[in-house]
């Protein structure tokens, strides 16, 4: 057990958390799936519109590791196959029937150790569940060939309105314990178990080897996973793999190993100054969020984020929560132009800089619209970034090395340690308003393609 | 708002005013918080931007403007031997002020918009910084003209060719200093350019700066600056000879103190400037001739001469020119102090090495960028082999 302080950061003050209420919601009319919450899969349908589907149906697979699936979390019937450009799979679109009946497949196995590694991970793989895992470098979806050096589970969370993981450990702990189980055997090195300050967990964790409890206080984002392998054990190189899973899906496998049916059942936050009743709830990945969140006032226009706000998906109304969100965050659009407003006192502007008279009001929380606060600019090294990163890399320089395409800068200036998400809080802050997550996704998009792994 | 519209719609691609979108949308942008709205990437921005960065800029710039202002009325009713009243002084000031703000604006408007012309980009306000800082440095004596080329020289050459805001290599308003220091140095240095005089003169007064006495001093020097008027609390206050806004070390603070608070300069630069600046006094002190050398000046002496606490806070600091690592941020101002006081000590044909020493180091501080940037490499790497 160790304990990490982190002071760089920052925690944005936005109004609406979700309160500490847990509900069942509704059971969602309809489920879908993008295919960019799989990020690193290149993906093929395995199904067509008007197909019947039951919980644990492949959907599509991976083009190269055809092992590698994405599962219907309900039984229904496919009303869509959405498409883009080049006809490349965008999502797929299950009505549900309500029976949940699950797919025949053969049940996980029993015993859970080193000796029936792959065993397990091909019922994980079978299952659906096996893309709950991601990997490092470059924040995949984990390749199931590949040996991970150490597993990290992410027990908390940091980000905008996150939800409580005390909610969502609350009754869960033992298929948590049993998720950690199952990681366990799948890496000859540790799980690093990383959580909130404070938070005990050696009740659930008595009796295994390898884990490790970490734990993390400090601003946002010192929940992220980035983070944490940063300061625990940091990726050496290109063939240094690490995995990393949330508890929701620690809990998820465990439950699955448990009820030898896959289980596709999460708790979500309903957030945000545009949300009514800000609450957790029960609900299935990929359902509808108009199935449990509205906004407060039907009349002004509203941003479905599935997600946090710094790095979910503009869902829309008639949206779905995504494959990894135990969140969905409800803020209003922005609307109307603002007199001078760069000379505004700022009593009700939020900002990581000191500039506004609300920097003196640390306890407030700001209803923060979709406004973008001002136009594109060149890069100015404000040094407002090296404020926000808690890791030993340079953001400005990795930044420019990606904007140059060096992939060896790259590299040295560790773009193997970071994801977009590990940016966000850099790029809402940019006084440029730059597009800080989309560079370093160029960028780690430049070393997939280079590493021979195509994105 | 239908009017606006309209108008609105000829500026538009297609429109027959398309050329001067930029035009407009600077209008704009200036009246209005514009609505764009996120889209990809974080879904909510911070209220700060760059343009709210060069507001407080300019903001903390006031108290220097306004002081500068009325000294230089007072310096010109003192040169005459008039016992004027402050409001006096504050309308003399404004008489040569005004104009010098007029012509650099119109100018470096000018260019801003015609390279935002011809690029069809947004203007941007990276010259509001820039335009409020350049009669600062000036003497209140310049010749508008001389001006006006100076202004031409900073904003094209020290910027526009580069690229514009945030691609500049050298700060473009000491760069326009620099132009009229080489160009017209009698403008701009010797002794007879600080003061603002009148057809009578009083014999006594011969306006030069007390950087300028400590060229030749005659006895020891602090006592000989004190003997010309010249003692540490008013050069600390500002009521002396000087270019416009660099006189007053309070109105400078006051400026510091609002840069610091919001956190829109670097303590790190600001800090290391006046350590830099110490070291170089106290080692010219060490190896002084004699008290009655300019060696022998004190550091806080060197604080409230000249530029030296201004182009600290405000030059130094310019986050496009200096160097952009935490780490670089301390090497760099230290050289800035360090080579301010080598310049002014050593060089008795540059009495201010302020002006030198910043430009001289923003040359430089994409080297020590390079430097730390190395380090941070060799530590990572040394990480991942351990």
Not at chain 1, 302 to 330: E, P
Not at chain 1, 335 to 348: E, M, P, T
Request: hydrophobic share 45%; aromatic share 10%; charged share 20%.
């Amino acid at each position: 057990m160790a304990n990490y302080r982190l002071r760089k950061g920052y925690d944005i003050r936005i109004e609406g958390q979700a309160e500490k209420i847990l509900e069942t919601a509704p059971f969602p009319a309809a489920v879908g799936l993008y295919a960019s919450d799989f990020y690193g899969m290149a993906p093929k349908a395995l199904v067509d519109g008007g197909e019947r589907v039951k919980v644990g149906t492949p959907l599509w697979h991976d083009r190269r590791r055809e092992s590698l699936v994405v599962a219907s979390p309900v039984s229904g019937t496919v009303t869509e196959v959405r498409r883009g450009a080049r006809r490349a799979l965008e999502a797929v679109i299950v009505r549900t029937d309500g029976k949940q009946q699950a797919a025949k497949s053969a049940p996980p196995p029993k015993r859970t150790g080193p000796s029936n590694r792959k065993e397990i991970i091909s019922a994980l793989c079978a299952s659906g569940l096996f893309p709950l895992i991601r990997q490092r470098p470059f924040g995949t979806v984990a390749n199931p060939l590949a040996e991970p050096r150490d597993i990290f589970v992410t027990a908390m969370d940091t980000s905008p309105l996150a939800p409580d993981q005390e909610l969502i450990l609350r009754g869960r702990e033992q298929e948590f314990m049993r998720g950690i189980e199952v990681l366990a055997a799948l890496t000859t090195g540790k799980v690093h178990i990383c959580t909130a300050g404070g938070m005990e967990l050696d009740s659930h964790t008595s009796g295994l080897e390898n884990i490790e409890h970490h734990q993390f206080t400090g601003p946002h984002p010192a929940g992220n996973a980035g983070v944490h392998i940063h300061h625990v054990a940091p990726i050496k190189g290109v063939d240094d793999v690490v995995w990393h899973c949330t508890a929701q899906g620690a809990i998820l496998l465990g439950r699955y190993f448990i009820t030898n049916i896959p289980s596709f059942e999460v708790t979500v936050a309903v957030a945000g100054s545009a949300a009514a009743d800000r609450r957790h709830v029960r609900t299935l990945i990929g359902a509808e969020i108009s199935s449990f969140a509205r906004p407060n006032d039907s009349s002004s226009p509203v941003r479905y984020i599935s997600g946090n706000v710094l790095t979910g998906r503009n869902a829309g109304a008639d949206g779905f929560l995504g494959f990894s969100d135990s969140l969905v965050s409800l803020i209003p659009e922005a609307r109307g132009k603002k007199f001078l407003g760069w000379l505004a006192l700022g009593f009700s502007l939020e900002s990581v800089s000191a500039s506004f008279i609300s920097r003196f009001l640390p306890r407030r929380r700001f209803s923060i619209d979709s406004n973008r606060n001002g136009s594109v600019r060149a890069f100015v090294a404000t040094g407002i970034y090296e404020r926000l990163l808690p890791m030993d890399i340079l953001p400005s320089f990795l930044l420019k090395s990606i904007l140059a395409g060096d992939i060896e800068e790259m590299e040295k200036l560790g773009i193997l340690e970071v994801t977009p998400e590990d940016f966000a809080l850099c790029e809402y802050a940019c006084p440029s308003k730059t597009d800080i997550q989309r560079i370093i996704r160029d960028g780690i998009g430049l070393m997939l393609k280079e590493t021979g792994e195509t994105e | 708002m239908k009017t606006r519209g309209r108008i609105r719609s000829m500026f538009e691609k297609g429109g027959s005013l398309e050329r001067l979108w930029p035009l407009l949308d600077a209008a704009e942008t200036f009246l209005f918080r514009l609505p764009a709205r996120t889209s990809g990437g974080a879904h909510i921005r911070d209220a700060y931007d760059l343009k709210r960065m060069m507001m407080i800029v300019v903001l903390a710039l006031f108290p220097c403007m306004a002081f500068g202002t009325y000294n230089v009325g007072y310096q010109f009713y003192a040169s005459a031997g008039i016992a004027a009243g402050h409001l006096d002084c504050l309308i003399k000031g404004l008489w040569v002020v005004v104009p010098l703000y007029a012509v650099t604006f119109a100018v470096g408007g000018f260019w801003e918009a015609f390279f935002a012309l011809v690029r069809g980009e947004e203007i941007n306000e990276g010259f509001f910084v820039t335009g409020t800082l350049i009669p600062l440095v000036m003497p209140p004596t310049i010749p508008l003209w001389q001006l006006a080329l100076a202004v031409s020289f900073g904003v094209v050459l020290g910027k526009e060719l580069f690229g514009g805001t945030g691609m500049n290599v050298f700060n473009p308003a000491l760069v326009s200093r620099a132009f009229l220091f080489f160009a017209y140095p009698k403008s701009i240095s010797g002794a007879g350019v600080w003061v603002l005089k009148g057809d009578r003169m009083v014999d006594a007064v011969s306006g030069a700066t007390p950087l300028h006495l400590g060229i030749e001093p005659v006895g020891d020097i602090v006592p000989y600056l004190s003997s010309n008027g010249f003692d540490f609390w008013r050069m600390f206050s500002g009521l002396e000879p000087g270019s416009i806004g660099e006189t007053s070390v309070i109105a400078i603070l006051m400026g510091a103190a609002l840069l610091l608070v919001t956190r829109v300069a670097s303590w790190r630069i600001m800090l290391s400037v006046f350590a830099g600046g110490a070291a170089m006094a106290l080692l010219c002190n060490a190896f002084a001739p004699s008290p009655a050398s300019m060696l022998a000046l004190p550091a806080h002496y060197h604080f409230v001469m000249g530029g030296f606490a201004f182009g600290a806070v405000f030059m130094a600091t310019d986050p496009v020119s200096a160097a952009g690592t935490n780490a670089g941020k301390f090497i760099y101002g230290f050289l800035i102090g360090v080579l301010a006081v080598l310049v002014r000590t050593l060089n008795p044909a540059y009495p201010e090495g302020m002006m030198l020493a910043i430009l001289f180091m923003n040359l430089f501080s994409p080297l020590i960028d390079y430097m730390v940037v190395r380090l941070n490499m060799r530590r990572r790497r040394l990480r991942a082999a351990g």
